[in-house]
């Protein structure tokens, strides 16, 4: 049924990642752990997954003497995000 | 540590697409301080020097040199702006670009301005008028046009009509000020720059603090 749906993206918690990043330039960890109402753990495993798979960037600076890890979606991400919104939408055949 | 993966149907995933698209718009909320400090500002400048036109006295500086000094608390504004900041948006960017490309033409315009009332010195019009007085005239109007545009263009960005009414009423007030005396125009100068920052700054702050307000509620 779901055969043509991205596997990386068809997973709560990376989706609602990618949704969160498909929307702004760029995003801080806690601030998409806010909104996501997920475990810095369980976040920090999705995102990696996100990273490896090329879909986000992930950049680790200091503010104020804090560790700083900052998530922006790439251009391949992007992609990705938008063929999964089209297939799904093909599947509820609102295309 | 991860938790077990939750299978979603289609419609559990566009609605969880569109639900965190909808958080990342609530999270964006400007604080209103820069345009409430440059409204005032102008206005103020305007207001003083109608006061000096009016009453013919001169302040030992030019009143209109605020505007470069209070370029050092926007500055701190701005950092302290980006230090809070968890997210940044592309309406954030866009922005930032458009309020410092309109803050390098005011400055430019400034020295254009200058520039030509230092070329024109000793020039008379046809009326017999010194040029320097007769270009002091359409001074205003090119400010009040430059206004409008930054200020409009946020307005429609922002989807908040305040803005973009005030840019509007710029440009009107530019049209008007081409037609009417330097007393006029730094009257509308003033008006301008209450209702499009000023008044526009009030509302963006009180919205910012009960959205702050809010969200320290939620998470109590």
């Given at each position: 049924m779901f055969k043509d749906l991205d596997p990386i993206l068809h997973s709560q918690l990376r989706l609602a990642v990618m949704s969160l990043l498909i929307s702004v330039k760029e995003a801080e960890f806690t601030f998409i752990r806010e909104k996501t109402n997920s475990t810095a753990g369980n976040l920090s495993v999705q995102i990696q997954k996100l990273k490896d798979a090329g879909y986000i960037d992930v950049t680790k600076q200091f503010k104020d003497n804090y560790p700083l890890t900052v998530c922006k979606i790439t251009k391949q991400g992007i992609k990705s995000f938008e063929v999964y919104v089209g297939n799904l939408q093909s599947y509820l055949g609102k295309v | 540590m991860t938790q077990p993966e939750k299978q979603l149907t289609e419609k559990e995933s566009l609605d969880l697409i569109a639900k965190m698209i909808n958080k990342a718009k609530d999270a964006c909320h400007d604080t209103g301080i820069s345009a409430m400090m440059w409204g005032s500002l102008i206005a103020i400048c305007a207001l003083v020097r109608l006061s000096e036109l009016q009453f013919d006295y001169r302040l030992p500086?030019?009143?209109?040199?605020l505007t470069f000094v209070a370029v050092i608390p926007q500055i701190y504004f701005s950092i302290k702006a980006k230090k809070k900041r968890k997210v940044k948006t592309y309406d954030d960017a866009f922005m930032d670009s458009l309020w410092m490309g309109f803050g390098i033409t005011i400055f430019l315009m400034i020295f254009i301005t200058n520039a030509l009332f230092n070329a024109m010195e000793g020039y008379k019009d046809p009326a017999g008028h010194t040029a320097v007085i007769t270009m002091y005239e359409f001074i205003s109007p090119l400010f009040l046009l430059l206004y409008g545009m930054p200020t409009f263009v946020t307005g429609v960005s922002m989807k908040f009509k305040p803005m973009i009414f005030g840019g509007i009423l710029c440009w009107v007030c530019c049209l008007i000020a081409i037609y009417t005396p330097v007393k006029v125009d730094l009257l509308l100068t003033a008006f301008s720059a209450v209702f499009a920052w000023l008044i526009p700054g009030i509302i963006m702050e009180k919205d910012y603090r009960n959205a702050k307000l809010e969200l320290a509620v939620a998470n109590v």
């Open positions: - | 500086f030019d009143i209109y040199l």
